[in-house]
């Protein structure tokens, strides 16, 4: 029997349930060249070969050199790969993240990975919110600035980034929405009334930190006891376990889990073939 690969949607385009978010291709902290840059390159060319189709980035991670790296490995990029970038932020002299979200900085931002992406286009690019404010004439403006860049050809498809419930209805009085990308994995659910707004509305909730940001802290979702008992029960891996069962929360899910190396990606993306039973869904939805 063929074996059929599930999409799911992303705005215009459809993508493979789990993509890669690419944050960790750096130095620590999100800071500076990966210290194994021929590992950074073979991460990124093995997701595609596995038939990864959306990648996260941004002009911050590096800053920069996240960016090169994905053309460095991947240009010319094969078709219907879908990079998809944010802006709103930026880096200072020692790595501190400082806000860079006024509407000429994200247009600014928006230029700045279509060079080093080479690309004349961003399929997709999320505005990352680094104010705590509720909608305002501000954020009306920084929408705006998106909408713009999409009028001009920038950018085809428009995503929000840490936002509240009250920043995607503003929005979308103002344009469509392709996708939401918040904090969210299975023992962290403040966006759960978010993700079931944008399960209504047909919109892709893109979680990050969706393995609770790997095993490091002893509240590390990934060494949580149900976590570990019952992907041991399931054959699988803790990691897996988180990922399956974020994916079989919603058909609008996307997954953008982050890894440095070629062991952690194959691991990640084999979640896609893990069922679980409703034991361990309960579980973990009790966590
Ligand atoms: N919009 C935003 O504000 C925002 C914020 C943060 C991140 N993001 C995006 O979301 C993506 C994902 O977030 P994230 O990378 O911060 O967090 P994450 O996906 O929750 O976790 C990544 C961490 O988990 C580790 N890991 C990966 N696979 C593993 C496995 N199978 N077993 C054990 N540990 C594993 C990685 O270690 P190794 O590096 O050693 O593989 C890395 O330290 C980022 O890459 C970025 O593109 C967006």
């Known amino acids: 029997m063929e074996h059929v690969v599930e999409r799911r949607g992303l705005g215009p385009f459809s993508v493979a349930p789990i993509g890669f978010g690419a ?50 490995a991947l240009h010319p990029y094969p078709r219907g790969l879908i990079l998809v970038s944010k802006v709103g932020a930026r880096r200072d002299a020692r790595g501190g993240i ?6 000429h900085q994200l247009r600014r931002a928006i230029e700045a990975n279509l060079r080093t992406l080479d690309l004349e286009a961003l399929p997709v690019v999320n505005l990352r919110l680094m104010r705590n404010t509720e909608p305002d004439s501000f954020f009306d403006e920084q ?7 999409r009028d001009d050809g920038l950018v085809n498809s428009i995503g929000l980034s840490n936002i509240a419930s009250a920043h995607l209805t503003r929005a979308l009085q103002m344009t469509d929405v392709a996708c939401v990308q918040n904090f969210f994995h299975a023992a962290s659910r403040e966006s759960q009334p978010l ?3 944008c399960t209504r509305r047909g919109i892709a909730f893109v979680p990050f930190g969706s393995l609770g940001f790997g095993v490091t802290g002893p509240d590390a979702v990934l060494r949580r006891r149900e976590v570990v008992e019952e992907a041991a029960r399931l054959g699988v891996t803790p990691a897996q376990m988180v990922l399956a069962w974020a994916l079989a929360l919603a058909p609008n899910m996307l997954l953008i889990p982050g890894a ?13 073939g ?7 869904v309960d579980r973990l939805r009790a966590m």
């Open 274 to 280: 893990v069922q679980l039973d409703p034991e361990a």
């Open 195 to 197: 993700l079931e707004e």
């Open 143 to 149: 929408v705006g600035a998106m909408i713009s860049a």
């Open 23 to 72: 944050m960790r291709l750096t130095g620590p902290n999100v800071f500076g060249p990966p210290p194994d840059r021929r590992e950074a390159i073979r991460v990124l060319q093995e997701a595609v070969a596995r038939g990864v189709d959306h990648i996260d980035t941004a002009q911050f991670y590096g800053p920069d050199i996240v960016n090169e790296l994905i053309r460095e």
């Open 98 to 103: 400082l806000a860079d979200d006024e509407p």
């Open 260 to 272: 440095s190396s070629v062991g952690h990606l194959r691991e990640n993306l084999a979640a896609s």
